[in-house]
């Protein structure tokens, strides 16, 4: 569908959203059926209320509505922050909720060392896609949850996008379900494991940690980082293994030889 346009010029086009959206329909664009032009608040929520009693007869996923002030010329008056306008908003569903079997709880470590919780799932469709891990933020909010290896959990898609378990149902325990504790030993170097007064993490001690290497070096060359081109998780991976590179600094010393070298790698990809 039609949205919006993202730029004209010589004052041919409409002023306003509305407008815009009904002369491009004119024109043969597809434009929504359920638009809807409301004077205040109350109709927003009410026009919400309706969306979201309709969202399963719609022929396409979608996760809210957006509401826009009508007016393009308030639109330039209010500007925007970064690439957010503020002449428009989200009003996002309740996230899909469903329940599953926690089969395991297993622990990988961060960049920092902090020990991160995720749960094993039995998998299951949350939002059409198929869940099977999830995150568990960390040991405090297992414990305040109460959730156990073996229960019932619930299930969402914080966001719609990272998979989340919301708590326990506690009427169909068995009683065969247990409480995890997190490791006291590195689950990959075996380094101790500490955990600092106010600090909501367990953290691995040992700074020579290959998890803790990897999980650097990952954020390094990723795009919000230095966005090195052709270096990505499983190159990183291999070079570690391969014991070419120990930190950031090694990646600008690598040589084309190195990297013939290493398995999958041609000469094209190592030039």
Known sequence: FMYGLGWSEGGRTPSNQWDTLKWLGSLGFRV???????????????????????????????????????SFRLHGLLGQV???????MAYKYPAEQVLTRLNQIEVNVGRTGALNPFAILEPVQVS????????????DYIETK??????????????????????????????????????????????????AEGDAMHRCTNSACPAQSYELLKHFVSKPAMDIE??????????????????????????????????????????
């Open 32 to 70: 929504s059926p359920d638009i809807s032009l409301v004077e205040d608040p109350p109709h927003v929520s009410e026009y919400y209320m309706l969306s979201l009693a309709n969202q399963e007869s719609l022929n396409y996923g979608t996760d809210g509505i957006v509401v826009k002030v009508n």
């Open 82 to 88: 970064g690439r957010e306008p503020r002449w428009a």
């Open 146 to 195: 109460d959730i156990r290896v073996g229960d019932m959990v619930i299930v969402q898609r914080a966001g719609e996008v990272v998979p989340q378990v919301v708590g326990p149902s506690v009427e169909v325990r068995t009683g065969a379900e247990w409480r995890f504790k997190m490791p006291k030993r590195c689950p990959v170097c075996g380094g101790p494991v500490s955990r």
């Open 230 to 271: 052709g270096v990505g998780d499983s190159l990183v991976g291999l070079l570690l293994e391969a014991g070419l590179i120990r930190d950031p600094a090694d990646l600008y010393s690598v040589t084309k030889d190195q990297l013939v070298s290493l398995d999958r790698m041609g000469e094209r990809s190592s030039k």
């Open 128 to 139: 059409g896609v198929t869940v099977k891990m999830a995150t568990l933020h960390n040991a």
